[in-house]
């Protein structure tokens, strides 16, 4: 049975950087298809990036390309976002999800990880 | 500004029928790409509740179904109950901008 579990909540300031993990039980982290997820306060979810594990490739959203990092760590089956150049606008929770195969979104997310808040002020 | 466009809320009485709708794009849903929604209750994380546009996972009540034509996708959510009151995305992919995209969210609320 698949499980993501995320790590605990974050604080920084205004122009820091944020890494936030997210712990894959059940499977191994470099064969699945993990994508990162945020929703700002009241606001709708928005996908920031995905990784294929059929070709290796990493796609991220335009809008965070040069500022979002997604790896992965075998040796303890852990997956990692991070985030530089902060700004209040990232003040969001952060999700984790799986998708059976693409990285791109084709076959829809269905194990979630349960969200890391990360909260930018100065 | 969401690539998919949703209606911002819908409501129903116990037992109705809502349709919440999810339109796109030829760069998306016409494409044709898969159509996926989940709901979101409050303070949790999203759960898929369809996929493959008309596709239940294990678990998900017969009460839920989708359905896509065109641009557009739908979610059908028969039967009304109080625990359906919560947030529902629909989620597919955009080859223009090769990026995984989410509709804006539909607030349902059971009156």
């Known amino acids: 049975q698949l499980q993501l579990v995320q790590s605990g909540a974050e604080v920084r300031k205004p122009g820091a950087s944020v890494k936030v993990s997210c712990k894959v039980s059940g499977y191994t982290v470099n064969e699945l298809a993990i994508h990162w997820v945020r929703q700002a306060p009241g606001k709708g979810l928005e996908w920031m990036g995905g990784?294929?594990?059929?070709?290796?490739?990493?796609i991220y959203a335009q809008k965070f390309q040069g500022r979002v990092t997604m790896t992965e760590d075998i040796s303890t089956n852990t997956a990692y976002l991070e985030l530089s150049s902060l700004g209040s606008e990232d003040t969001a929770v952060y999700y984790c999800?799986?998708?059976?195969?693409?990285?791109?979104?084709?076959?829809?997310?269905?194990?979630w990880g349960q969200g890391t808040t990360v909260t930018v002020s100065s | 500004q969401s690539i998919l466009t949703q209606p911002p809320s819908v409501s129903g009485t116990p037992g109705q029928r809502v349709v919440i709708s999810c339109t796109g794009s030829?760069?998306?849903?016409?494409?044709?790409?898969?159509v996926h929604w989940y709901q979101q209750l409050p303070g949790t994380a999203p759960k898929l509740l369809i996929y493959?546009?008309?596709r239940r996972p294990s678990g998900v009540p017969a009460r839920f179904s989708g359905s896509k034509s065109g641009t557009s996708a739908s979610l059908a959510v028969t039967g009304l109950q109080a625990e359906d009151e919560a947030d529902y995305f629909c989620?597919?992919?955009?080859?223009?901008?090769?990026?995984?995209?989410f509709g804006g969210g539909t607030k349902l609320t059971v009156l």
């Open positions: 990784f294929a594990p059929e070709d290796g490739e990493t």
């Open positions: 030829n760069s998306n849903i016409g494409a044709p790409y898969d």
């Open positions: 989620q597919s992919y955009d080859i223009t901008l090769n990026a995984c995209v």
């Open positions: 999800a799986q998708e059976p195969a693409s990285g791109r979104g084709y076959y829809g997310l269905d194990v």
């Open positions: 493959g546009n008309t």
